[in-house]
Structures are given as C-alpha cells and as structure tokens.
C-alpha cells in the first residue's frame, strides 16, 4: 500500500511562490500517475495537476495553467508541485494522491491520498 506525505505549505503573500513536496512510500512509487487536488473552506475538492507515471505527460486545471508546474523524481519517490504568481484564491488544503490508471481532475479515480498541507496566500 502506497503512503503518500505531503510538505511545504505555507503563508505567502500574493505573487509569491511555494514549492509542495509529495513523498511516496510502501510500494513501487513508479507504477502510478500522482496527481494534486485542493479545497478551500466552503469549496469542493479541486483537481489541479497530474503527472503521468513514466512519459511525463502533465495535466493542468485552467485556473492554474501557466502558474503551477508539476514534476517527479522516481528516484526520489517524490512529486514536486511548484506554485509560481499565487492569488489569494490559491488558499487551500492541497492533496497528492496516486492512482495507477487515474488522470486528469476526477478524485475518484486515485486510489491513496496524503493529509494535506496548508496553503495561504494573504497579506
């Protein structure tokens, strides 16, 4: 069973940049296609980014694109989320997840989420 630990959340202040880390452990982390969701208070969960398991394919929700660029070190077990020109409409809990045949933004289809980290972007 795969855990997932997510780091690096954090206060910002707008047009900032935040780096989130999503580490993986207790199986072979290369087998599955990692993505990042959030939710703000209030909100439902969104999906925000998804990287493929081997050939790098990247997925981008529209309210990110251009801002966030999501990468993986296999090597490292680790999925990195950088965060670049943050709005105050980024604050959120983000969430790493993994799935071996999800992609995109649909929650259902990952089977192992992470705790989250705390992410606030304000003044």
């Known amino acids: 069973q795969l855990q997932l630990v997510e780091s690096g959340g954090g206060l910002v202040q707008p047009g900032g940049s935040l780096r989130l880390s999503c580490a993986a452990s207790g199986a072979t982390f290369d087998y599955y296609a990692i993505g990042w969701f959030r939710q703000a208070p209030g909100k439902e969960r969104e999906g925000v980014s998804c990287?493929?398991?081997?050939?790098?394919?990247?997925y981008y929700a529209d309210s990110v694109k251009g801002r966030f660029t999501i990468t993986r070190d296999n090597a490292m077990n680790t999925v990195f989320l950088q965060m670049n020109s943050l709005k105050s409409e980024d604050t959120a809990v983000y969430y790493c997840?993994?799935?071996?045949?999800?992609?995109?933004?649909?929650?259902?289809?990952?089977?192992?989420w992470g705790q989250g980290t705390l992410v606030t972007v304000s003044e």
């Open positions: 990287i493929s398991a081997h050939d790098g394919r990247t």
């Open positions: 997840a993994a799935g071996v045949w999800a992609w995109g933004g649909e929650a259902q289809d990952y089977d192992y």
